[in-house]
């Protein structure tokens, strides 16, 4: 099967507003890619190639060729937005409102600066990560929780009945601060659940 010329290709690939070489990885592997178009443009366009940032139409330099702000004076910027965990930093990449000297993977530019989102984003919240996780979690290093027993007495005067629904508590505002929401994490030594349950 012969590919597309490289404009065409380009022009094809432009429309689907994709902004970085994880989001190109992503919809190759998504099965939505004709077969016409190479999974790897570099090398099958070697002659006309002229970076990633030109073939998504993300910008005009690559992103491995751009020049970002120094690490404080990005890291500045990124606490001037007020933004409160890493799900809002990612909608706020995909707004189409960053500068283009602020790398919208911070953790990969500033790789020897780098002390986590909670420092990046001011709000001194460490990330805690699980593999059954889809996301990351992240608990307030200052956050002083309730006692295990007493927490668990807590919960189960609610009457909750399911994952679901803990988290909908969790989303109402009614949860105490000091009950945490992913207690798997803070109560490890007391924990007979499975991560990801309530009870």
Same mark, same amino acid.
């Given at each position: =099967?012969?590919?597309l010329?490289?404009?065409?290709?380009?022009d094809?690939v432009?429309?689907?507003?994709l902004?970085?070489?994880?989001?190109?990885?992503?919809? +190759?592997?998504?099965?939505k890619?004709?077969?016409?178009?190479?999974?790897h443009p570099?090398r099958?366009y070697?002659?006309e190639w002229?970076g =990633?940032?030109?073939?998504?139409?993300? +910008?005009?330099?690559?992103?491995?060729d751009? %020049? &970002?702000?120094?690490f404080?004076?990005?890291?500045?910027?990124?606490?001037?937005?007020h933004l409160?965990?890493? =799900?809002e930093?990612?909608q &706020?990449c995909?707004?189409?409102k960053?500068?283009?000297?602020?790398?919208r993977?911070?953790?990969g530019? &500033?790789k020897?600066?780098? @002390?986590?989102?909670g420092?990046?984003?001011?709000?001194?919240?460490?990330?805690?990560?699980?593999k059954?996780?889809?996301?990351?979690?992240?608990?307030?290093?200052?956050?002083?929780? =309730?006692?295990?027993?007493? *927490? @668990?007495?807590?919960?189960?005067?609610?009457?909750l %009945?399911?994952?679901?629904?803990?988290k909908?508590? +969790? %989303?109402?505002?009614?949860?105490?601060?000091?009950?945490?929401e992913?207690? *798997?994490?803070i109560?490890?030594?007391?924990?007979?659940? @499975?991560?990801?349950?309530?009870?």
């Open positions: =099967m012969k590919i010329p490289f404009k065409e290709a380009k094809f432009h429309k689907l507003g902004e970085s070489l994880q989001e190109w990885g992503v919809y +190759c592997k998504s099965g890619k004709p077969i016409v178009i190479p999974t570099e099958a070697s002659t002229k =990633m940032g030109d073939w998504l139409g993300s +910008c005009k330099t690559a992103t491995f751009r %020049k &970002y702000r120094q404080n004076d990005a890291r500045e910027f990124a606490q001037s937005l409160k965990s890493l =799900m930093w990612r &706020y995909k707004s189409g960053v500068p283009k000297d602020i790398p993977h911070p953790d530019v &500033y020897s600066h780098w @002390k986590g989102w420092d990046w984003l001011g709000t001194g919240n460490i990330a805690w990560g699980h059954n996780f889809q996301k990351e979690v992240f608990l307030n290093r200052n956050n002083k929780w =309730m006692e295990f027993d007493y *927490a @668990k007495a807590f919960v189960k005067s609610l009457g %009945k399911s994952r679901f629904e803990w909908l508590f +969790c %989303k109402s505002g009614k949860k105490p601060d000091n009950i945490p992913y207690p *798997a994490f109560y490890p030594a007391n924990w007979k659940g @499975k991560v990801g349950q309530i009870g």
